[in-house]
């Protein structure tokens, strides 16, 4: 079946770091690929997504590229800052539209100013 | 428009009780999703419900249960709750438009405690 796997945290960084959380997938066929991000007691955001291979989501300075070669689709920021404080989560869909997400187990993000 | 609504935000209850949690979706939107948020399992997909039909389901047992009513809202059900079944309950809504990928918009979450 398909499945997530990203990097286990947590992420400690001093504000203005990069940041790179690394996401790799199993999955048949061609999915969806997403970030989404949940900030303490909310739900999930949208963070970006790209639905095909070479695509680049990209949004509030986060950006990934869907990478079929290597199945992957790592986030990163050049730039992190405080409100980037969250939990992370890489997450698929089977191509179609309407078919279940399959997450990663999260990875936590903590900058520090 | 107003986001993603579920009731209650947080419930407390004992094992061996059942538990009903509800949602409201995005104005317009037909499609409501649930997963289960634990710590140990991550982010798991219950099932999907669709013009009161469920459309997906995920590997859970019997116990949990959902429903969809002919305005979009859905109700999941929880019968002979375990101490496993602790959890962040998260509601999806989208479109369910004829593109490639529908959004998902999520809920706050319904956090359960068993007790």
């Known amino acids: 079946g398909n499945s997530v796997t990203q990097m286990e945290g947590p992420v400690t960084l001093s504000e203005e770091a990069f940041l790179t959380i690394n996401c790799t997938y199993t999955?048949?066929?061609?999915?969806?690929l997403f970030w989404y991000v949940q900030y303490p007691g909310e739900g999930l955001q949208l963070l970006l997504k790209a639905t095909k291979a070479d695509d680049k989501g990209s949004n509030k300075g986060f950006e990934a590229t869907y990478r079929k070669e290597t199945t992957s689709f790592h986030l990163e920021k050049g730039s992190v800052q405080v409100s980037d404080s969250a939990v992370y989560f890489c997450?698929?869909?089977?191509?179609?539209?309407?078919?279940?997400?399959?997450f990663g187990k999260g990875t936590r993000l903590s900058v520090i100013a | 428009k107003a986001g993603v609504t579920q009731t209650p935000r947080y419930l407390i209850k004992t094992r061996g009780q059942q538990v009903t949690l509800s949602c409201s979706p995005i104005?317009?939107?037909?499609?409501v999703s649930w997963y289960q948020q634990t710590p140990g399992q991550g982010l798991q997909f219950l099932f999907e419900y669709f013009s009161e039909t469920q459309r997906n389901k995920g590997n859970f047992p019997g116990r949990f249960s959902g429903r969809q009513f002919s305005n979009s809202r859905s109700e999941m059900n929880v019968s002979t709750l375990e101490l496993g079944d602790s959890a962040l309950y998260l509601c999806?809504?989208?479109?369910?438009?004829?593109?490639?990928?529908?959004?998902?918009?999520f809920g706050p979450g319904t956090r359960l405690t068993v007790l």
């Open positions: 104005s317009g939107h037909r499609s």
């Open positions: 997450a698929l869909s089977d191509q179609g539209g309407n078919t279940p997400l399959v």
């Open positions: 999806a809504s989208s479109q369910d438009s004829n593109s490639l990928y529908n959004e998902q918009f």
């Open positions: 999955a048949t066929g061609y999915p969806s």
